[in-house]
């Protein structure tokens, strides 16, 4: 029986730290907000600029306007202004 517990213990602890290891990715969330003015949940934020890939101030933005007039903002492709909606070709 001892060694069962001993076993238990053991399965507890590296759960505890596996839990332990998630909380710092947890705390790297996008700085980003969304359309509706909520913060962006993402966690696949790059280390440098604390964004998400659809937030990255560094990425370009499509230059195109949707029907409202309103700025695409689509994230485009590099070398290109414009994202698919909005490319002429
Ligand atoms: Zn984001
Ligand atoms: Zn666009």
Request: net charge positive; glycine share 6%.
């Amino acid at each position: 029986m001892k060694k069962l517990l001993s076993l238990v213990v053991l399965v507890m602890f590296s759960l505890t730290t596996l839990i332990a290891q998630d909380k710092p990715d947890e705390r790297l969330q996008c700085k980003g907000k969304r359309k509706a003015g909520d913060a962006c949940k993402s966690t696949i934020v790059s280390k440098k600029t604390g964004y998400c890939n659809a937030h990255d101030p560094n990425r370009p933005h499509c230059t195109g306007k949707n029907s409202k007039q309103e700025p695409c903002g689509m994230i485009v492709s590099k070398g290109k202004t414009t994202c698919r909606f909005h490319s002429v070709q």
